[in-house]
């Protein structure tokens, strides 16, 4: 059986490990077809690979991005796979997006120095460095400070939608990322569809909308999930037609999430890559 982890993430973006600490992790857990997708940038990708190339390391890269998106008022993630990471229509989206990421990163600070955290906007941005700067910066930055114990915790004080550090986005719409990932030869794939606390209702909006738009895909399979969700987005899957994806998002080493872990699709769910098994001729 070949082991597929499809949605992970580096020091590129919030991850915490590094392009070769996540490779060496990835070889370790037996993974054998392993996508970066760090939010909105393809920093990760040429190092990645070039590192699995002179190390020799027995797993294939596929070339990946997580873009943000805006739908209604929810802040959708679209998963591009099998990209081609020096497709012009690509890159200048992520432009784009790094731009808004930077602007909207100040305006966090701002509204949280306003509540007495003094510096955490450099705070943030020191813990970021290079990176595209996200809100887990600043909610590592606030857990330092000792304002709550951990990430769910910080958001739903601070970071979470309507709260005192929530700056509503003006990522792209979905139409607009799943163009820029066809531009590029990629697959749009619809990220952990479950976690947008949203209703049933409107999960399917969604996903009536994200096919209309021409996406491909959408995550079936995560590490941690009941199995009955995990059944449901799969008959999902079936009723609108989309093929499955499924991924760790890893982001640091915990004792409750690890690469690889506990992904599988639920039988008749047909996986993403099928598509490149085609193109690869296998
Ligand atoms: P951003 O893309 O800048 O809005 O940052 C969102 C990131 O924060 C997500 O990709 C997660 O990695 C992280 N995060 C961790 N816990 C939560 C949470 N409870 N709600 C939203 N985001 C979270
Ligand atoms: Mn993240
Ligand atoms: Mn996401
Ligand atoms: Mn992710």
Request: proline share 3%; hydrophobic share 40%.
């Amino acid at each position: 059986m070949i082991k597929y982890d499809l949605h992970s993430h580096t020091t590129h973006s919030d991850g915490q490990l590094t392009v070769e600490e996540l490779l060496l992790r990835a070889v370790e857990k037996n993974i054998d077809v392993f996508a970066i997708t760090d939010h909105d940038t393809i920093a990760a990708v040429k190092p990645a690979k070039a590192f699995i190339a002179s190390q020799q390391l027995p797993l294939s890269l596929i070339s990946g991005v997580e873009i943000s998106t805006k739908w209604e008022s929810f802040e959708i993630h679209i998963v591009g796979l099998n990209i081609d990471v020096d497709n012009n229509a690509l890159t200048e989206l992520l432009s784009i997006q790094q731009q808004k990421r930077q602007i909207r990163a100040q305006e966090i600070g701002r509204r949280l120095e306003k509540n007495g955290f003094d510096g955490i906007y450099q705070q943030a941005q020191a813990l970021a460095q290079d990176a595209q700067i996200t809100r887990a910066h600043f909610a590592r930055a606030l857990i330092e400070r000792g304002v709550a114990k951990n990430f769910p915790g910080v958001f739903k004080k601070y970071l979470g939608r309507g709260k005192t550090g929530y700056v509503p986005s003006n990522w792209c719409d979905m139409q607009t990322a799943i163009a820029a990932i066809h531009a590029s030869g990629g697959q749009a794939v619809m990220a952990h569809p479950a976690r947008y606390q949203m209703s049933n209702k409107w999960l399917r909006k969604l996903l009536t909308q994200f096919k209309n738009d021409g996406g491909d895909a959408m995550e079936v399979a995560q590490p941690q999930q009941a199995p009955t969700e995990r059944q449901f987005l799969g008959e999902l899957s079936r009723e609108y037609n989309l093929l499955c994806s499924q991924g760790s998002d890893f982001h640091f080493p915990t004792t409750y999430l690890e690469l690889g872990k506990n992904l599988y699709l639920p039988k008749d769910c047909q996986g993403v890559w099928q598509l490149w098994q085609a193109q690869e001729g296998i």
